[in-house]
C-alpha cells in the first residue's frame, strides 16, 4: 500500500483530496496548520522545514517512506500592489511556493530510493489569467506552474512525475471567505451565471483529478497545468 502525505489536508481541497485517497485504499497523512484530530493528521508548517522534516520523520516510522505528494496548502492575500509591503509579499510567496519547495525536499529522497513518485502541485486559475489586486498570490502560483515543469523534466527518468492543478471557483472556506469580504466581484451564486458548467466546483472535482494523476495509468503524464474550473479558464 502506497503512502501519501497531503498539505493543507485539514480543510477545503486538501480535506477532500486526504478523503478521497483514503477511500482508494493509499494511507494518508495529513498536514495542515490547525490539523483537527482526524487521524494520521500532524500539525506543520509548510514554511518551516524543521517541522515538515520532523514530520515527515514521523509518517516514515508509522506508514513508510511516502512516494504520493499533493501540494495544497495555501494562502491568498487582496490588496493593491502599491499597498502590499514586502512581509506580505514574502508571506505569501512564502507559503505558496516555498512550501512546496520545502515538502518536495522532505518527500524526494524517499521518492528516488523506490524509482516511484507523484508529486501534485496545486497552484491557480488566477496564474492562467492574472488577478487584480492578487499580484504576490499570481506570482507565487505562477512560479509553482515552473516548478512543475522544471521538475517534471529532471525527475522523469527517476520514475517521479509532477503535475499541477489550478483550481477555478472552488466551494471551499477560502472562496466563501472571499465572498464575505467582497473581493470577488459579486458572490458565487451570481459567478455561476458566468460560469459555463453553471455551478460552484467542489472540492471533490480537485480531488479526482488528484487522485487520477497519481494512479498507475497517469504514468505518462508528467509536466503539465491541468485546469479544473467549469470552463471559467480554457
Ligand atoms: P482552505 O480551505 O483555506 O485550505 C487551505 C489550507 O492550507 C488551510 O487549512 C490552511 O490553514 C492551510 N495552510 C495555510 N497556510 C499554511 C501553512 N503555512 N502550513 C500548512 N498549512 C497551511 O483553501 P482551499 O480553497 O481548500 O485551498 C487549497 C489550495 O487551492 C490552495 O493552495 C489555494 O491557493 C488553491 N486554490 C483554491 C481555489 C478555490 O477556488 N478554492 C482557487 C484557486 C486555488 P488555515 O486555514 O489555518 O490558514
Same mark, same amino acid.
Given at each position: 500500500?502506497?503512502?501519501?502525505?497531503?498539505?493543507?489536508?485539514?480543510?477545503?481541497?486538501?480535506?477532500?483530496?486526504?478523503?478521497?485517497?483514503?477511500?482508494?485504499?493509499?494511507? $494518508?497523512?495529513?498536514?495542515?496548520?490547525?490539523?483537527?484530530?482526524?487521524?494520521?493528521?500532524?500539525?506543520?508548517?509548510?514554511?518551516?522545514?524543521?517541522?515538515?522534516?520532523?514530520?515527515?520523520?514521523?509518517?516514515?516510522?508509522?506508514?513508510?517512506?511516502?512516494?504520493?505528494?499533493?501540494?495544497?496548502?495555501?494562502?491568498?492575500?487582496?490588496?493593491?500592489?502599491?499597498?502590499?509591503?514586502?512581509? %506580505?509579499?514574502?508571506?505569501?510567496?512564502?507559503?505558496?511556493?516555498?512550501?512546496?519547495?520545502?515538502?518536495?525536499?522532505? $518527500?524526494?529522497?524517499?521518492?528516488?530510493? @523506490?524509482?516511484?513518485?507523484?508529486?501534485?502541485?496545486?497552484? /491557480? /486559475? /488566477?496564474?492562467?489569467?492574472?488577478?487584480?489586486?492578487?499580484?504576490?498570490?499570481?506570482? @507565487?502560483? /505562477?512560479?509553482?506552474?515552473?516548478?512543475?515543469?522544471?521538475?517534471?523534466? %529532471?525527475?522523469?527518468?527517476?520514475?517521479?512525475?509532477?503535475?499541477?492543478?489550478?483550481?477555478?471557483?472552488?466551494?471551499?472556506?477560502?472562496?466563501?471567505?472571499?465572498?464575505?469580504?467582497?473581493?470577488?466581484?459579486?458572490?458565487?451564486?451570481?459567478?455561476?451565471?458566468?460560469?459555463?458548467?453553471?455551478? $460552484?466546483?467542489?472540492? %471533490?472535482?480537485? @480531488?479526482?483529478?488528484?487522485?487520477?494523476?497519481?494512479?498507475?495509468?497517469?504514468?505518462?503524464?508528467?509536466?503539465?497545468?491541468?485546469?479544473?474550473?467549469?470552463?471559467?479558464?480554457?
Amino acid at each position: 500500500m502506497k503512502t501519501a502525505v497531503v498539505t493543507g489536508g485539514g480543510s477545503g481541497i486538501g480535506k477532500a483530496v486526504v478523503d478521497r485517497l483514503r477511500a482508494d485504499g493509499y494511507r $494518508v497523512a495529513a498536514l495542515d496548520l490547525r490539523p483537527g484530530d482526524a487521524e494520521d493528521t500532524y500539525a506543520a508548517d509548510v514554511t518551516d522545514p524543521l517541522q515538515i522534516a520532523t514530520a515527515l520523520a514521523d509518517i516514515r516510522e508509522k506508514m513508510g517512506p511516502a512516494t504520493i505528494l499533493v501540494n495544497a496548502a495555501g494562502l491568498d492575500g487582496f490588496k493593491r500592489f502599491i499597498n502590499i509591503d514586502f512581509d %506580505e509579499w514574502r508571506k505569501v510567496i512564502d507559503v505558496n511556493l516555498h512550501g512546496i519547495y520545502h515538502c518536495v525536499q522532505a $518527500v524526494l529522497p524517499g521518492m528516488l530510493d @523506490a524509482g516511484w513518485g507523484r508529486i501534485v502541485n496545486i497552484s /491557480s /486559475s /488566477s496564474a492562467h489569467s492574472g488577478q487584480p489586486f492578487m499580484a504576490h498570490y499570481v506570482a @507565487a502560483k /505562477s512560479a509553482v506552474n515552473g516548478l512543475t515543469k522544471a521538475l517534471a523534466l %529532471e525527475l522523469g527518468p527517476n520514475g517521479v512525475t509532477v503535475n499541477a492543478v489550478p483550481p477555478g471557483f472552488i466551494d471551499t472556506p477560502m472562496l466563501r471567505t472571499a465572498e464575505t469580504k467582497r473581493r470577488l466581484g459579486g458572490t458565487v451564486e451570481e459567478h455561476i451565471q458566468r460560469t459555463p458548467v453553471r455551478r $460552484v466546483g467542489r472540492p %471533490e472535482d480537485i @480531488a479526482a483529478m488528484c487522485a487520477f494523476l497519481i494512479s498507475e495509468e497517469a504514468g505518462y503524464i508528467t509536466g503539465q497545468v491541468i485546469g479544473v474550473n467549469g470552463g471559467r479558464n480554457t
